[in-house]
């Protein structure tokens, strides 16, 4: 399997939530499956099922959380030397040169992007658009929308 960039943020959440669900959520569940029992009749028991499949979802992201983390490439920003030019982890703002609005996205791996905190998949049309251009550089992208020009008015390795 190939090797996945991740920023530090992301590999940290993921860590996090592989925690939590080993250390907190795990034996919750367990508990809950042994008073279950304790109910009797196994066929019949609603709560016991519930926490039964609730272990079993439980049990698959730890396991895709693993996968995860051990086909990551840790990219960190922070350390490189800013050139101007937009690479993966770099935070980014350009400014569409139809409407003048200026966005700010920082391109980050798959299972990092949410657009609702600005962070963009490295896959995504206007990340690829962006990859490996300079500050200042004026750019075409094709969005779903059509195609939109940008000008790179920032780029931070933050």
Do not use: W
């Not at 993921?14 to 939590?20: A, I, K, T, V, Y």
């Not at 920003?77 to 937009?86: F, Q």
């Not at 980050?108 to 962070?119: M, S």
């Not at 998949?121 to 004026?138: M, T, Y």
């Amino acid at each position: 399997m190939k090797q996945v960039p991740m920023t530090v943020f992301g590999a940290k959440k993921l860590r996090e939530e592989l925690d939590f669900l080993k250390f907190e959520r795990r034996p919750k569940i367990t508990d809950a499956i042994a008073q279950a029992r304790e109910l009797g009749d196994l066929k019949e028991n609603a709560e016991y099922h519930a926490a039964r499949e609730e272990q079993g979802l439980c049990e698959a992201r730890i396991r895709l959380i693993e996968e995860k983390l051990s086909n990551v490439q840790i990219i960190d920003v922070t350390k490189m030397n800013n050139t101007g030019r937009v690479i993966f982890g770099a935070t980014i703002t350009i400014l569409n040169l139809d409407t003048d609005e200026e966005l700010t996205y920082k391109i980050v791996g798959d299972d990092e992007a949410d657009i609702k905190q600005n962070l963009i998949s490295v896959n995504s049309p206007i990340a690829r658009g962006l990859i490996g251009k300079q500050l200042n550089d004026e750019v075409t992208i094709q969005t779903p929308a059509g195609e939109i020009e940008y000008e790179i008015m920032n780029v931070e390795y933050v």
